[in-house]
């Protein structure tokens, strides 16, 4: 595109989704906004016209553009590639980021001009001024600091149909669960953004609802729990009135006290990776602290984070090798007995960099090997690899049975009542209900009748 002098530069970006998701209805209140193209667009300089093309509501339209910067999961990235294409064919430079990008380099090259490995901020400043020297190189990565800042995302290029805000608060994990790369993709320790500057974001979003994607808020250390906690007193003396939800390990039910100043500072929902009702599966997944805890102590912790007035996702893996068919059903029944109010029920799927994908790589054992086009069916409600004590087709099957029984219109209206009851809030239930209605959508939505938004019981 030819510039005049003091025209400004424009960089698009694009949010691709998958096809898979694409005709599902799904409900705004659970969408999530795409957070790191709104952190890229903070970290552009004012020189730059800046546009955001999200799959999410929009119709993928063709822009003029003098840089596309597009950011992808799995799941996505071969929609991301075919986007690139377009621009590239017409010289225009793409840029792709985000996780899968970041564990295979190497195949996102063949598609788009340059990677951001890892984080964008401390790169992507570095990244456009090599584009306006010509010089744009293959890679842009750099090693991560245990504190990290991050400038406030660019929400006014937001869709304004997003039912929720998100921010982030840490990065990292500890853990290495065998099916999750994000202790290679943020580093194996928690990195912390200062408190203030985490409040100053916190205040100034301009919604009521707000997902906290930190993959643990609560971290294990006695370190990382006490700035929890000072986070959730900041939040209380600042007098910010926002309802939120996040992500935590079982002993975010340890220290009632702090579930109180969670729950004053606006918790709503709290997602669990319980994975399994067993002790053979917490092995195999490498779920060390839910092994620890026990099993038998699940009861307890639902029943806690409850008394707080906060709901519980439950997020559960099916398929794993030591489940017979038998298993399955009862993981199923373990849900459906529970009192976890959101039933979160995922094939068991090895996403590139963890070492569930390169275990099953070197076994011989993933099916869907068609790259990139089987990137696909990467989305955790397909089955893209051989179990091992029963067919792909059979747990394929088996799985249908048992979302049909976790996620049937009765149970969800009694699940809906019952966190009504345990929790005494209104918005805990509400979204524990929906939550289940988006899971529905997603693993049956295509065969059964989905749900619409204006089923939802409350709006409040």
């Not at 090798?321 to 007995?337: G, K």
Request: one cysteine or more; proline letters at 4%; aromatic letters at 10%.
């Amino acid at each position: 595109m030819h510039k005049q002098q003091g025209q400004k530069k424009k960089l698009l970006l694009i949010n691709p989704i998958n096809a898979f998701t694409r005709d599902i209805p799904f409900l705004t209140e659970s969408l999530s906004p795409p957070l790191g193209l709104g952190i890229v667009a903070a970290l552009t300089p004012e020189d730059w016209d800046i546009a955001l093309i999200d799959e999410n509501f929009d119709t993928f339209t063709y822009q003029e553009a003098d840089l596309v910067a597009l950011s992808a999961l799995t799941s996505a990235v071969r929609r991301a590639y075919e986007i690139a294409g377009i621009y590239r064919a017409k010289g225009i430079p793409v840029v792709l980021g985000g996780i899968h990008a970041s564990m295979m380099p190497e195949e996102a090259l063949k598609y788009v001009d340059a990677v951001v490995i890892g984080e964008a901020e401390g790169v992507w400043e570095n990244l456009l001024n090599d584009f306006e020297t010509g010089s744009l190189r293959q890679t842009y990565s750099k090693n991560a600091g245990k504190i990290f800042h991050s400038p406030v995302p660019r929400r006014d290029l937001f869709h304004k149909g997003y039912g929720l805000a998100n921010i982030q608060t840490t990065r990292g994990c500890p853990f290495s669960c065998d099916f999750c790369s994000v202790h290679i993709f943020n580093g194996p320790m928690y990195r912390y953004r200062p408190i203030p500057e985490v409040l100053d974001e916190f205040e100034g979003i301009d919604h009521n609802r707000v997902f906290i994607v930190d993959d643990n808020i609560l971290g294990t250390s006695k370190n990382s729990i006490e700035r929890a906690r000072q986070l959730f007193k900041g939040i209380i003396e600042r007098g910010i009135k926002k309802d939120w939800v996040c992500q935590a390990s079982i002993n975010f039910a340890d220290d009632e006290s702090l579930l109180a100043l969670a729950s004053e500072s606006g918790c709503r929902t709290v997602l669990l990776g319980i994975e399994s009702e067993k002790a053979e599966g917490l092995i195999e997944t490498n779920k060390r602290l839910n092994l620890k805890k026990g099993t038998e102590h699940y009861a307890e912790v639902f029943s806690k984070i409850h008394k707080h007035g906060i709901s519980v996702i439950g997020a559960m893996i099916y398929g794993l090798d030591s489940d017979s068919e038998e298993d399955l059903y009862a993981r199923s029944e373990f849900l459906v007995q529970s009192d976890i109010d959101t039933h979160q029920a995922n094939i068991l799927t090895p996403l590139p960099g963890t070492p569930l994908f390169e275990r099953l790589k070197t076994e011989g054992r993933l099916t869907a090997t068609n790259f990139p086009d089987d990137w696909d069916r990467y989305h955790c409600f397909d089955v893209v690899y051989k179990p091992k004590k029963m067919s792909s087709e059979k747990l394929k099957s088996v799985m249908i049975d048992n979302w049909d029984m976790i996620w049937n219109r009765k149970l969800m209206y009694r699940k809906f009542l019952k966190t009504l009851k345990q929790t005494g809030n209104k918005t805990a239930a509400n979204w524990a209900f929906f939550g289940n209605i988006e899971r529905y959508n997603l693993a049956l939505g295509k065969m059964r009748e989905p749900y619409k938004s204006d089923q939802i019981f409350f709006k409040g």
